[in-house]
Every structure is written in C-alpha cells, then in structure tokens.
C-alpha cells in the first residue's frame, strides 16, 4: 500500500471513530470558523508574503502521480518530499538564509513557516519555533523505534520534517525541516 493510500485510508478511519482531531491535527483546522486570534496570527504571518506572490493559499489537496511528482521535483526533494527521507544535516543553503520571508512547501507552493519563526538550532536543519496555523499535519512516526511527531504539508502532502520538544521560549517547539523540502520566498522592501 503506497503512503498516499494509507494517509487516506486513515484519515478516513481516525475521522469516522472521532480520533482525527489527535492524530492529524492539522487537518482539522481549516474546517473551523476562524477566531480572533487565528485571524490576527494570519494578517502576522501574510505581511511577510511578497506582493509578487502568485502561488495559491488554497488549502485543497494537491493531488499528482509519481511520474508528475517526479517531473515537478528535484530527485533529492522527491526523496524527502515523497519518500520520507531526510537530507544530510548542513547540506541546505537555507540555513543561512537570513532575510525576511516566507519558507513555502517545495512541492506545492504553500507557506509553512515565516522568517520570524526561524532560529539557530545548530542541529544541521533548517528549525522554526512555530508554524503558519493550519498549514501542516502531524502523524506519529515509529521509524527510529521511539515515537515521533512527524508532520507533512496539508495541501501536497509532502514530508517535511519531525517537532521536538527542544526549541526555545515561547513555544519550546522545534520545527525541524529538510532544507530540500522547503523553498525561501524574500519579502519585498516596504
């Protein structure tokens, strides 16, 4: 069974017993009439879009073949993207990119991360304390025999990377992306 099928396959099972808002948070949230809060996180989080931006905010599933994702991606980001894998620690530029701007999906375009969420985690990839709301799903990973929290893009679907326990205040959360699977976006001057 290709991953594809099993991320839909569960997430209509999780959905039909009512587990879907734990195990795939994110998945749930669009869904929701937005709060205040929500709303003001977006309008933070949207000023760092260029004004140049063309790709879509469209939460809706992008669905390709393997042949169009390979078409579409890197072989290296196809691996992370599609495959689950993960880059050597230290070989993305975007861990030294430093300029204001949105950290999109490699795959589809959607922004995941802004450069205020970005910090110096010196483990080798690209961290971020928090995330754009909405924009990422998480599942458990048993890979590595210890559970982890593995999240992935939630318009493509596309891996990104695991949340540790680890960062710093406020959120105490370490977002750990392959560089790969992520595209920098610079804002424009003001």
């Not at 734990?22 to 669009?30: D, L, R």
């Amino acid at each position: 069974m290709n991953r594809r099928k099993f991320i839909t396959s569960t997430i209509a099972v999780t959905a039909s017993l009512g587990l879907g808002s734990t195990m795939f948070s994110a998945f749930s949230e669009p869904a929701f009439k937005k709060s205040r809060t929500a709303l003001a996180i977006e309008q933070q989080w949207r000023k760092f879009l260029p004004k140049s931006y063309s790709g879509s905010l469209v939460l809706t599933p992008l669905k390709l073949s393997k042949q169009e994702w390979q078409q579409r991606l890197s072989s290296a980001a196809f691996r992370v993207l599609r495959e689950e894998q993960t880059e050597r620690p230290g070989s993305s530029i975007l861990n030294e990119q430093h300029g204001k701007g949105i950290y999109a999906c490699e795959g589809c375009d959607l922004p995941l991360f802004t450069s205020a969420m970005k910090f110096e985690s010196g483990t080798g990839w690209p961290s971020f304390t928090t995330h754009i709301p909405g924009h990422l799903a998480t599942k458990k990973d048993y890979k590595m025999i210890w559970p982890r929290t593995e999240y992935h893009c939630i318009r493509c679907g596309g891996h990104q990377g695991h949340v540790f326990n680890d960062g710093p205040k406020p959120t105490g959360q370490r977002w750990c992306n392959n560089g790969v699977a992520l595209k920098f976006i610079a804002m424009n001057p003001s």
